[in-house]
């Protein structure tokens, strides 16, 4: 089965706070992808890669940076949090072509105060 | 811009009652289309998807869904809901144009006893 891990299911962090949120794959899937989860507004994606060190802007990827310097990771980094990110954060990797079925982590619950 | 709509927020049913989930979206070539399920407290997980072929696919756990272009519409069907069917459902979209997965607002089914 594929797993895909998040450093962190909860996390509390203050206005201007840089936040890293750590994302692991373990099944050498070449894409990754960060999305926020907001209640009736879906999934929005942030940021994807398709390979190390490639990335590319999701719909909403002001206030966000990402890493990928493993293939088996990938960092989304909040350069100075702000109560508008709280939100749940969900990691997912594909296998192969961008448009593959994705797996998912559990998500990381983050608020920001 | 690519959108999908989903109309359906929330959806109360009994067990044993049938199921049909709305899915619309606004793209006039080529789509690859998903439906994706977050159980309370799981991981969002795969339902089924539609790339070519036959346009009524079947998925796990008894549910389909019918892809119908000339409507641009991928809507999800069961003839007979459980109660651990309760869940968070999200339609999904890939088109080449955009080179990314377009989700739903998602729409809660409470399936009652």
């Known amino acids: 089965d594929v797993k895909v891990t998040q450093s962190s299911r909860y996390l509390v962090k203050r206005t201007g706070e840089k936040v890293f949120l750590e994302c692991v794959q373990d099944?050498?899937?070449?894409?990754m992808f960060w999305y926020r989860q907001d209640p009736g507004l879906g999934l929005r994606l942030i940021y994807f890669?398709?390979?190390?060190?490639?990335?590319e802007k999701g719909d909403i990827p002001e206030g966000y940076s990402v890493s990928r310097e493993k293939k088996e990771r990938f960092s989304l980094i909040l350069e100075s949090a702000s109560t508008n990110q709280t939100s749940m954060y969900l990691c997912a990797s594909s296998f192969g072509t961008i448009q593959d079925t994705q797996y998912f982590g559990p998500g990381t619950r983050l608020l920001v105060l | 811009a690519q959108s999908v709509s989903q109309h359906n927020h929330h959806v109360i049913l009994s067990e044993a009652a049938s199921l049909e989930l709305g899915c619309n979206y606004s793209y006039g070539g080529t789509v690859n289309l998903f439906w994706y399920v977050q159980y309370p407290g799981q991981h969002l997980q795969l339902l089924l998807k539609y790339f070519s072929g036959d346009p009524l696919v079947k998925g796990i756990k008894g549910f389909e869904a019918e892809f119908i272009k000339s409507k641009f519409s991928f809507n999800l069907r069961k003839p007979s809901v459980q109660w651990s069917d309760t869940a968070e459902y999200f339609c999904?979209?890939?088109?080449?144009?955009?080179?990314?997965?377009?989700f739903g607002t998602g729409t809660q089914l409470k399936v009652e006893l």
């Open positions: 099944m050498d899937h070449e894409n």
């Open positions: 999904a979209v890939f088109t080449g144009g955009g080179n990314k997965l377009t």
């Open positions: 890669s398709y390979d190390v060190k490639m990335k």
